[in-house]
């Protein structure tokens, strides 16, 4: 298979879906006109990827919008936000289309009873999936308005036209109809023709222009709810019974003391043993006077020594793309470089832990969640109960961040049992430690790559090797003649015996890794030809649109060749990620003596396509460049066994205001385009960027993420 | 020890018959329903509990509740006044200074303590005064940006 032909996407497998049916979704709904319609783009067309229909994804529709009597729009899809912002993205491009003031249009998003199946939040899909969708849906209504507007106005369709929710006559602007008067006491279902056209770039009011969070108000009064903040009556706060390791047992449980405590219930199932309070803090008192035993299995496992072992577990593998032929490669090259790249495993850590508040009565169960994907936690929540699917409703309030971390919902069906078995409203608010613990941790890797260059400075062999990360980002877009790439799990879920622990997706996963061994080892490669990293990327890559970002890097951050190491601590790197191609660039300062890393100044470039709305996409790279930093200087699970050694922000060092860059920021607005993912692409190259910063400040290669302190002096030690 | 306490809070009188070793957060999280101050770590290290105990900022998540007698404590629910916002708040608004919006309330009230520390604050008086609250979306930048707005705009008073 050649690189073109295939997506370097990845999905999560999915559970049988429940369909609602339709006849349930509008029972509710209301009077207005309907226009139902599918995510169905290549990118997900309800078929895998070797075409075989993917259970539980709907046949018909997932998304609908509604223009209700009242002249609101409502768009129902099962997306949420989480601090990624489609709120105001899918608003506005709908807006635009419909013509509508954004102020009229809802978002009603992941409630399981309202919202039609989606597969979940994940691999910046909102926008570029579901946004082209939602457009021609919404210009697909505003069509019918049209012929609705031409019957009341008495006036052919094609002299009339639309404007902030009404049909008017387009030569006589005062003869029209508000969309909320052609809605009243309708009942209209309707599905897109494919014969209308979205607006074209030209025509946007809304689309492609700047706007600030639409959420913003609630969230600076302290109004937005999330799953913590939900307060039913007489709810009871859970503290659970933790082991120590993954894959211990409980021995015993001695509750007698812990019984002892005003107010508490104490609910005991097999090893699952919880401490109910109405105060949670008191719950957690209680907890701690519980006392239990643990058996936990012997393991010699430890975060120094887990590459030996997943080298030497990892299953055969998979060729993912070749082309060429690497003999020839070889042979032709002037020289080679060889090298391993390492990384750790780096944990989601989103500010808010995960939370749910479940109330089941009457056999039904609601359950508000912090999750990413509510209808895969509904299905999840039925099978712990023993409930049919549909009398489980979850709900999804705001959520505090995620990151790729909150699609396993653990606690959403902790709090389910433990509702079904109190009979009451139960909230579970993972502490820190909880979270740190049942983290799905981004895994360990490792990367081995032999690649040569001619005597002309071309890249010739490509001789690619990972192991755990997965393949999203392995695939190239430098000009390699020969190449080979072959991953050995291809999943971020370990196969069995492989992690101590879960892991899992994490912001752009797979890329994360397979960006940072790309990168530095082309960055190897200019040194061996003697060429400065710009050049030789330049010289290399044929992409136009990562050429055009790379020259924009360059330009804005006033790069001046040189060859590295040159003592100034520039470092370049490119990816691309979710249809949308990064260059960015790195000043850093390391100081020898401890070892720590000052990054000074990033400017990132991206190409996207079309951009919705330019302030969200800046606001996505600043937040992907600070968490990139993260992982590339200072985040990594420290652990001994099952025993996941650090779990709280003291011991496991996420970025802080201290750590900010200069960050400068240029998109490249290709308004032709369809929009590209926005959410991770920036992030995938920070681990190589600051490496090559650090190899051009100090001289000194380091192979393994984070670039701790110690790492540093090690390596300058090293020479 | 179950004791009755009396405080100012968000410009009310509350008088409370509490276990006053219990932390603050959870004092006014479930017992007084105000849950736009929310959980982090548990542990002083995030910022996210962040309130004001007289116009200081303090972590709820590791202040017993005894320490807060007779003092005056502002929550992200109190800080606008007569429906309209408070300065930060709308800097915070008007410059995009959250994305997740967990840790925004924490954030504005350590600023707000800051802003009284120093009034018209430079960027590293931000940067050193904000350092311990962490934001995990990275909205940093505009975090610092919406600061310095609204200093500007409260011209040194709060």
Redesign the interface.
């Known amino acids: 298979m050649k690189n073109d032909q295939y997506s370097g996407l990845e999905f999560l497998e999915q559970p049988p879906g429940n369909e609602i049916s339709r006849r349930d979704f509008f029972k509710s709904a209301g009077s207005g006109i309907f226009l139902l319609f599918t995510i169905g783009d290549s990118l997900f067309s309800g078929q895998d990827r070797q075409g075989r229909p993917q259970r539980g994804v709907p046949t018909d529709y997932n998304a609908f919008l509604k223009i209700g009597e009242d002249g609101r729009v409502s768009c129902y899809v099962g997306k949420i936000e989480?601090?990624?912002?489609v709120v105001t993205s899918l608003g506005q491009m709908l807006a635009d289309e419909l013509d509508v003031l954004l102020e009229s249009v809802d978002m009603v998003m992941g409630d399981t009873d309202l919202c039609p199946w989606d597969m979940g939040t994940f691999g910046s899909l909102s926008t570029r999936s579901f946004g082209p969708s939602l457009r021609m849906a919404g210009a697909e209504a505003r069509q019918v308005l049209l012929e609705l507007g031409s019957e009341h106005l008495k006036m052919p369709a094609d002299r009339l036209t639309t404007e902030n929710g009404f049909v008017l006559d387009s030569t006589n602007k005062q003869h029209k109809v508000a969309y909320a008067t052609l809605a009243k006491g309708k009942k209209i279902e309707r599905r897109p023709t494919g014969k209308v056209s979205v607006k074209k770039p030209g025509e946007f009011k809304i689309m492609n222009k700047s706007l600030?969070?639409r959420?913003?108000?609630?969230?600076?009064?302290?109004?937005?709810?999330?799953a913590?903040?939900i307060?039913l009556p007489g709810m009871l706060?859970a503290r659970i019974l933790r082991p120590p390791a993954h894959d211990s047992k409980l021995i015993s449980a001695d509750i007698s003391e812990a019984k002892q405590v005003d107010g508490v219930q104490i609910v005991k199932e097999g090893d699952f043993v919880a401490v109910l309070h109405?105060?949670?803090?008191?719950a957690d008192t209680a907890l701690s006077k519980i006392k239990a035993k643990f058996e936990t299995p012997k393991s010699d496992l430890n975060d120094k020594n887990i590459f030996d072992h997943l080298l030497k577990v990892a299953p055969a593998g998979k060729l993912v793309a070749m082309d060429g032929n690497l003999q020839a490669g070889e042979s032709g090259a002037k020289s080679l470089v060889e090298a391993t790249y390492f990384n750790d495993y780096v944990a989601h850590?989103?500010?808010?832990?995960h939370t749910a508040v479940a109330n089941v009565e009457g056999g039904k169960a609601t359950v508000w969640a912090s999750t990413q994907n509510p209808f895969t936690a509904k299905e999840e929540i039925a099978k712990a109960l023993g409930f049919p699917s549909e009398n489980v409703r979850v709900i999804t309030p705001?959520?505090?961040?995620g990151?790729g971390g909150k699609t396993r919902n653990l606690q959403a069906v902790e709090a389910a049992r433990l509702s079904k078995m109190t009979g009451k409203p139960v909230q579970v608010?993972y502490?820190?430690k909880e979270e740190f613990f049942f983290d799905a941790f981004r895994p360990a890797a490792v990367v081995k790559i032999k690649s040569g260059v001619t005597d002309k400075g071309k890249t010739s062999l490509w001789d690619y090797h990972v192991y755990f990360a997965g393949e999203r980002g392995t695939q190239m877009f430098y000009d390699i003649p020969n190449y080979s790439t072959i991953a050995y799990n291809a999943s971020w879920v370990g196969a069995q015996g492989s992690h101590p622990f879960l892991t899992g997706p994490w912001r752009a996963p797979g890329n994360n890794t397979n960006s940072y061994a790309r990168e530095m080892q082309i960055d190897m490669m200019a040194e061996k030809a003697g060429m400065d990293p710009v050049e030789f990327r330049l010289q290399n890559i044929v992409n136009k649109k990562m050429l055009g970002v790379l020259k924009a890097a360059a330009q804005k951050c006033g790069w001046k060749p040189a060859k590295s190491p040159s003592g100034r601590g520039f470092g370049v790197a490119c990816g691309v990620d979710a249809g949308t191609f990064v260059a960015s660039i790195a000043e850093v300062e390391v100081n020898k003596s401890t070892g720590g890393v000052r990054v000074k100044r990033v400017v990132c470039a991206q190409d996207m396509g079309l951009v919705i709305n330019p302030?969200?996409a800046t606001?996505q790279m600043?937040?992907?460049?600070?968490?990139g930093l993260g992982y590339a200087l200072t985040e990594r699970v420290m652990f001994k066994g099952g025993e996941v050694l650090n779990r709280?922000?003291?011991s496991y060092e996420?970025?802080?205001?201290?750590w900010?860059p200069k960050?400068e920021t240029v998109i490249l607005d290709d308004k032709e385009a369809d929009p590209q993912g926005g959410g991770e692409p920036a992030i995938v190259v920070m681990g190589g960027l600051i490496a090559n910063a650090i190899y051009d400040a100090i001289g000194v290669r380091l192979y393994q993420l984070p670039m701790t302190p110690e790492r540093i002096k090690e390596g300058l030690k090293k020479g | 020890m179950t004791e009755k306490i009396q405080f100012k809070l968000n410009g009310e009188s509350v008088q409370l018959t509490v276990d006053t070793d219990r932390m603050l957060l959870w004092v006014l999280r479930t017992d007084l329903g105000l849950t736009g101050t929310k959980f982090g770590c548990g542990e002083s290290f995030c910022g996210t509990c962040t309130v004001l105990v007289n116009n200081l900022a303090v972590r709820s998540c590791s202040t017993p509740i005894k320490y807060v007698h007779d003092k005056e404590i502002v929550t992200i629910e109190g800080l606008a006044k007569n429906g309209k916002l408070h300065p930060l708040q709308k800097a915070f608004m008007d410059h995009d200074a959250l994305q997740c919006g967990y840790c925004t309330p924490g954030m504005i009230m350590n600023a707000y303590s800051l802003l009284k520390k120093h009034p018209h604050p430079s960027d590293a008086e931000i940067v050193e005064g904000m350092d311990d609250n962490l934001c995990r979306c990275g909205a940093h930048t505009h975090i610092v940006q919406a600061i310095h707005v609204a200093a500007k705009e409260m011209g040194g008073g709060l």
Request: hydrophobic fraction near 35%.
């Open positions: 989480m601090g990624q912002g600030i969070r959420d913003a108000q609630e969230k600076v009064t302290g109004k937005a709810k999330y913590g903040d307060q706060h109405k105060y949670p803090d008191v850590s989103p500010m808010e832990p705001f959520v505090g961040g990151f608010a502490n820190r302030e969200g606001i600043e937040g992907c460049i600070m968490m709280n922000f003291d996420i970025p802080r205001f201290s900010l960050i």
